[in-house]
């Protein structure tokens, strides 16, 4: 058996929650390869929501195991609370959720680093969550981290303050006042809950699991276009968002990635700094921002919108080598008179198809415009009852693009989705 890939093709946001929930009941593993609590994964059933920042997706499936992969990185706080909300609900989580020894832990002075950093960046900032996650791969890649096999070690306390002392004279060179003495007290707690889960060597895991037949979700976390590589650098997050990242994340061999799924907004979002070719900043952004609830899920940030940016998909769909597409929130479109996706930039007078390498180029957007449907698709659940203009638009991004649109998603519950047949 393989792993198929549920990753973001655009800035985040693009719903990656809803769809592995749906999904999730034809897997027996979800897994989460990258990222850590900068995700926010919403999902809504049964007329409750629930946002997951870092426990896969499929944890509210009955057999479906959830894996946190050596990837992720994790703070034990946002975990307990998270754990203790899913428990909550009468879910029994700790029969359905494995962690990854070798995941990477987010102390309380990387949370602070974060901050310091990014003030220290003035206006050029990154617009990070916060969460500490790029401090903390910088120690996982640094080489000086503390991962979750740790806290079983004897040493353990000393192995924390170690590091901490190496943070705070860091922070201080930030000249940068904080205090932690409260959370640090608490991330200690959740630390001593954290103990209470299954912790695994998660590769042997997802390897043995493979082996019995077992189908593995993989799910993302961010998206292509924050890929610490292929990203607009220096405005992304710090880990590989990518496809291959499922396999660094997991344990995985590339031989064993199966069918990778491609998730994108029929519009674009993005929160933080950075360049977003076709952003909107009149009513037509204010009206996909109210429109599509475009507020993010972590932090409560209005994200920035625009229109549908068919060179960066394309480029997404490359780095990953996407096999079908899940098109999300085109009932968000439903009122506009005209839709307009970008095909190609004009950079410098130039025409190309090619995303920039220079983050800071002045691009400009080439559009072509669609007439709007003006319906209401929430309602819609057979293919056959959607609008001709809305199956113009999608057959245009379909035959741009090369790859077939496989799932079409209508709103943020579970039963608005239309599985169409595979066409690939
Ligand atoms: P999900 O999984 C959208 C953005 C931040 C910032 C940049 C770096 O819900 O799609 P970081 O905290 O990683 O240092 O921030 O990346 N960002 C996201 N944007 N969705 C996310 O996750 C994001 N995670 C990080 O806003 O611009
Ligand atoms: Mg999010």
Redesign the pocket.
Known sequence: MKVDVVL?LQ????G??KIVDVLAQRYPIVARFQ?GP????SLHFEGTSFVLHTIPSGVFRKGTANLIGNGVVFDPIIFREEAEAIEALNVPIRERLVISKKAHLIVPTHRVL?AASEKSKGASK??????G??PTYKDKTGREGLRIGDILAADFRDRYEALKAKHISQINNFGFEFNIDEQEKEWFDAIEYLKTFTLVDGEYYINQALGKSLRVLAE????SM?DVDFGSYP?????STCCAGACIGLGVAPSKIGTVSGIFKAYCT?????PFPTELHDEVGEDLRQKGHEF????G?P?RTGWLDLVALKYAIMLNGVDELIMMKADVLDTFETIKVATAYKVDGEITNQVPYDTYATVEPIYKEFKGWKKDLSQIRKEEDLPFEFMTYIRFIEEEVGVPVSIISLGPDREATIIREKIG
């Open positions: 973001g800035w985040g946001d693009e990656k929650g990222g900068n995700a926010g994964h974060d990154i617009g990070s969550t916060l969460k996650i790029g993302g976390a961010q998206g924050l405005f992304v997050t710090s880990s993005r929160v933080g700094s950075g993010g899920a972590t932090t940030r994200r």
